[in-house]
């Protein structure tokens, strides 16, 4: 089993930045696939970046050049910069790495205030 804890959500302004991490524990060597996805109240859950094993990245189109992902392996973390925060922003995000089978992370709320 996988267990996946995240931490760094919060409240901040428009314009703000959060750091959001995914740290794994568990029967794990190392996280192939790393996702965030983010789900906003009445809205269907959606990806909003991956990391492959190789460390190939993708962005959904609304956060492009404003989040970065990335991978710790030593640490079996995933992260996610988010820079220039807006109010659409707003969302519980999920973490979802691919070991064997996906596991996903309990979830953090992101608030952005205008």
């Known amino acids: 089993q996988v267990q996946l804890v995240e931490s760094g959500g919060g409240l901040v302004q428009a314009g703000g930045s959060l750091r959001l991490s995914c740290a794994a524990s568990g029967s794990i060597f190392r996280i192939n696939v790393g996702a965030w996805y983010r789900q906003a109240p009445g809205k269907q859950r959606e990806l909003v970046a991956s990391?492959?094993?190789?460390?190939?990245?993708t962005y959904a189109d609304s956060v492009k050049g404003r989040f970065t992902i990335s991978r710790d392996n030593a640490k079996n973390t995933v992260y996610l910069q988010m820079n220039s925060l807006k109010p659409e922003d707003t969302a519980v995000y999920y973490c979802k790495v691919y070991v064997a089978n996906d596991y996903w992370g309990q979830g953090t709320q992101v608030t952005v205030s205008s």
């Open positions: 990391i492959s094993s190789g460390d190939t990245t």
